[in-house]
């Protein structure tokens, strides 16, 4: 297998791996460790959790279902638009009873609503400001490999039916960029982390504008927190109290980033961390992970993780390596 098929199954199943891992977190730190210890597996939803009660070990959630969805319809269009966006993001609601279903994002189930009613794409996101904008956008860096502006322009493109604001295309940006530069051969965190703030720099000036801290700024802060010589343990609460695992994209962004970081670009340990640094750690773990897998590749997975997300049922039914050779495909048609 090349280099570049390997990176992109990398980022596909690191998506799903840290969306997974995180799944049974719960929002607060010392809920999660109180349950579970460190959380080092695959573990089931508990049962008096918010939004995951009842889901079985190694379960993926909306991140990586919207991902594969986007990934799906892009395949299908030749290119990522609107249209393909808002096809894929209106099916996923539907198909997963999106109306009654705890674990649709606040922008998300807005802008769905807004579309089903009849609204205009560009203005049914148009005051979406969480992360359900990064959550999703790894695909579009898979798309772009090597190509941070190609990334951030399409990833930008992926926003606007949901997320049509300066701080979640900022977000999206920055993920979007950082996975397209992961792609290359001879890819470092550095670069990585360098492509996320200009991707986060330029995904900002578009959009509405809307309030929110620099997510520039955020990456700064978490990268500065994960180098500190302090342990695991005290860098995560620094990470939770100080840049933030809400839904504020910014938070979210900032702190997948310093996950990343800290695991050493490695996607299991990055999975554990953002599990351990519990707040919306399927999300940030999702994100931090597809970074992670696209940077090290398929390689670095263990078999039994693998194992574990290609026995999913939901999983299954987004069939990861036949979207990765499609995307493998559609590479190398748009590099012509
Ligand atoms: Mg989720």
Same mark, same amino acid.
């Given at each position: ?35 579970? =210890? ?79 009613? &009849? ?5 049914? &996101? ?5 992360? &359900? ?16 502006? =190609? ?44 492509? =996320? ?140």
């Amino acid at each position: 297998m090349n280099e570049l098929k390997q990176k992109i199954l990398g980022c596909l199943y690191g998506q799903a791996l840290g969306d997974a891992w995180g799944m049974p977190a719960y929002f607060h730190p010392e809920q999660t460790w109180k349950h579970y =210890g460190w959380i080092t597996e695959f573990l089931p939803g508990p049962a008096d959790h918010e939004v995951h009660a009842g889901l079985p070990a190694g379960r993926i959630t909306d991140d990586s279902e919207q991902a594969f969805s986007l990934a799906r319809a892009y395949l299908k269009h030749g290119s990522v638009s609107i249209e393909a966006t808002v096809e894929a993001i209106v099916a996923w609601y539907d198909r997963t009873g999106g109306d009654t279903s705890p674990y649709v994002g606040p922008s998300t189930r807005r802008g769905v609503q807004a579309l089903k009613a &009849g609204a205009d794409p560009h203005k049914a &996101g148009a005051r979406g400001d969480t992360n &359900g904008a990064a959550m999703r956008v790894s695909v579009i860096g898979a798309l772009h490999p090597g190509d941070p502006m =190609g990334a951030i322009e399409d990833a930008a493109i992926s926003c606007i039916p949901t997320h049509n604001t300066s701080v979640a295309m900022s977000g999206a940006c920055a993920i979007a960029a950082a996975i397209a530069v992961a792609l290359r051969p001879d890819a470092t965190l550095d670069a990585m982390v360098a492509a =996320g703030m200009l991707g986060a720099e330029l995904g900002r000036k578009k959009g509405n504008y809307w309030l929110g801290a620099s997510i520039t700024r955020k990456i700064e802060q978490a990268v500065q927190i994960a180098r500190k010589g302090t342990d695991p343990l005290a860098r995560l609460w620094e990470l939770y109290e100080v840049v933030g695992s809400s839904l504020a994209i910014t938070e979210t962004v900032g702190t997948a980033f310093g996950v990343l970081i800290m695991a050493d670009g490695d996607p299991k340990q990055a999975a554990t961390y953002a599990a351990n640094l519990s707040g919306d750690a399927d999300t940030v773990g999702a994100i931090a992970c597809a970074m992670a897998g696209a940077y090290k590749g398929i390689g670095a997975f263990e078999q039994h993780i693998l194992d574990v997300l290609d026995a999913d049922p939901i999983n299954k039914t987004y069939d990861i390596r036949g979207l990765a050779d499609g995307i493998e495909q559609y590479v190398a048609q748009h590099a012509k």
